[in-house]
């Protein structure tokens, strides 16, 4: 999938919530347009009708540390915090911050109280019994105005109110992101070869650190198993050999990336800067032969 | 395979030294007590020295009967040219149409194996394919006998007689002097090998620059004085393993230090793979040299394919300063202690049985 079309699903920021430093997605819809992205996650909850066991599960959806930078960079998603972070906020908050929120919620109630008295207005004028006055027609409504408690928290008549102090704050944005402690080096190596179109998900159980998809999972086999090292990190051979084993052994190709040093481009020629300038990821591949 | 003499008899010996051999005794025969005694009485243990050039950090061995002593007592060394017993002679032999005809070498049995396996593969395929096919139709699986066939295609014992196919190169000429093949290879051996040779058993004379080098010379050129080096933790794990009977042999082609081998190479596939780890005693230097989980799975895994069980090997680091007041190096490499830890890749569902 391509960025164009990925912007296409994405006219609006998917919310995704960081509960204990790590990433969820609690929403069906999101998960489907995160595919459309690339964004594969793992599912991670239990499926109520089928508790006792773990081969199949369901929502919700587990992103990687590396996918959440990546949505957020690209300005696809935006992060909501988990309830100790909206208590802190809560407690931060100055008195024209409530009365703003008041505003806020006085016009949503006035609305649905205008909306009320139109319909009773109606209903009277039907029925041609139309002669108190507003005031107490209000003042009837007013008691019957009910409370709505729903169980989705994006009925909730604040939502729009966080949702929007969220995601235009900047500094909340930039601070849960960081709170999320992600690798840089892992994060430029996911970004590069997102950039070339592959589909990533954790390598864990193949030993490496993701493993890549030419495409989505659902239609392909993985390609890559890859890894991250630092420049001047010595990879030592036996890694190489193990890595290459094992790579070969799932018939995969194992990959290790990392980032150029700042220092060492001052030491190339001209012309090599100019090709590296932007690209300072730099992977190789290695694959085992003498297999049969 | 048939050789003319058996595995067991030229591998007797785990090691270059041979112990003194005892007839059995009969408790109600004196004249064997008599025997017994006698034979112990004369009886030298025998230590079969070899020699070897230590030349830029190599350690080789060049004259073809120590390679046959050091191959057939405990299987050290890896032939330059070969896989592991050093065979390139026999194999070139044979390629130029030379001397008797031999057995198959490793290598050309290999190559025979992989061979059968692609054929089976095909037949796989095949079968596969065609019960594909059927599947779609609604037939669900008629092909028993075919399976059976293919089951014996698998099973079967790979046919050894291979007939001499001469392969004679205008360069292989250069091999030959007075029309005899020049044996060009050496055994190399590992660094913890030779100096187990040389320290433990004393059964090798080492040269370096033509001149022979002590014990000690040796230690100090392979290792450094700090006494965390590599060379002494892999000396320790190699020494201990050995002591304990087992074959040891280089694990670099799974990723590994060492691979134990319950006898050796030919009799069965190695059983173990072993990584060695430092343990100091200081927790904040074990904690700046450990390694991430994705490295003990990329390992756990390549091991688990093979089948083997991963060996982790705490080497217990004593401090410095301990290191230094030892003498001697029996002293030295006393100080250091094993943890063993076997590890294996467990999936609930695929360890049923």
Redesign the interface.
Known sequence: MNKEEGAMVTDEKLPISIINNKAFIFDLNVIKKLRFLGIGGVLSGTLPTAPQQNVFLGLPLQLMIEEVVWLVENEYAYLVPERDFLNDLIQGLNNDDVLQIQNEKQKLMDLEQNEKLIQLNDKLDKLGKNNTSDETKLKNINQSLSIKIFDNSNNLKNSEFLKKTILQNKLIQKNLLNSLNYNNLNYKIFNHLKLKNYFLAPGLRFGGKFIGYPGDPLRYHAHLIINTINWNQDIGLMNIVNGGRLATGVKKVWLIGSERDDDEDEQEDEQDEQEEKDEKVRCFSVEWAGFG | MSKRASLGQVHKYSLPVHPIEVPNIVPHNPISWVQFLIAYWKGVTVVQTTTADFVNGQFLVSNDEDIKTLWKNGFFGKGIFSRSEATWYDRTQKRLGLGEFKNLTIEEITAIR?DE??KFKKERAKLEAKQAELKKAGIVDPFIEERLELKNLRDKDIDVKVERTIDFRDDDQQLLVDGKLQNLETLELFAAEAFFLKFALNAINIRHNDQPISTVELFNKLSSSKVDDLFIMNYVVYHHYRSLGWCVRSG??????YLLYKRGPPFHHAEHAVIILPNYKDEQQNEQVAKD???L??????IG?VRKNLIIVFVDIPTQEEFDSCETLEEKFKLYKINELLYRRWVANKNRD
């Open positions: 992989r396996r692609k670099i082609k799974f990723g590994t230090e989980f994705v490295w799975s990329s390992i756990s895994r390549v394919g």
